[in-house]
């Protein structure tokens, strides 16, 4: 694909930040994030990742770092003073992802208390202690709500997402019955508290819905951009596609939206459809296969950037 003249000065444009601009981590990680979003790397290579690799000899991990982490200073601005420092705003990202308004209240409350003496151990210890907080709040409030009840994945669809994975290494939010179906490797259960722990290969996540549901998202994201998770599907209610969880999903990912709702199993055996359609997301680099085997479920959506409805205008000109 051929980049216009505005679009390769665009990329120069860009490329120099990143050149010149190491020092100051936002003004590289939105640099990054640009040349990413707008796809100004495809006339020389094939994914962003090969990109940041050949371009810059920079893992995914690193590229995405950065990018994420200027995120965490445009979201915290508005708040006042931002973090300054990368590591700072690394600790902060999957917050950020999970409940921007939670980061902001966080970040003000460091300040107030260690000034400019905050360290990245001090946030990362805070975020952790507000994750323990809000898991013990959402499980009392559980005790007598129907989020409390489980209900697992029809074996159909988990057999789909293991022809398109090749297996299933991991399965986080799970437990011994729902596993009989999904057959991981190894999985997490309430108790292990999969959130807390590290994730790898090839997942499958069906994440409990309520409050819970945007820090699995998150942690997925986060494992998967660290390169721990080799690939992933996802599987999540579709209610929720204005939220600031849900919106980068659609941005990175190719998704299936279910033509039908799908009909859940509980550990008592009995069955119930959702009150919503479900959507399945895809981490990985194998978006054709993804589509060749969930087509069968429901509509499936990748970004359709403004930038490749101008070249399709330019091609058929």
Known sequence: MTLSLAERSRLLELE???EHGIASFVA?????MAIRDERLYIET??????????????SRQHGYRMIDSARVVAALSPGGDAPTSERHARELVSLVRED????????RELRAEHGDAVTADVIRDAVSERRRFERHAQTTRNINSSESFEWYTPGEYVDAARAVLGGIDLDPASCEQANEVVRAAEFFTEQDDGLSREWCGRVWLNPPYGRLCPQFVAKLTGEYEAGRVSEAILLVSAYATETAWFQPLLDERPICFTSRRIAFFSPSGRGSSSTHGSALVYFGCDAERFADVFCAYGAIVEKFSRRDALGERREAA
């Open 16 to 18: 120099e930040i990143v």
């Open 100 to 107: 921007e308004a939670q980061a902001v209240d966080l970040w």
């Open 28 to 32: 590289v990680g939105n640099a990054l």
């Open 45 to 58: 290579r094939a994914t962003f990742e090969v990109y940041l690799g050949e371009r810059w000899q920079i």
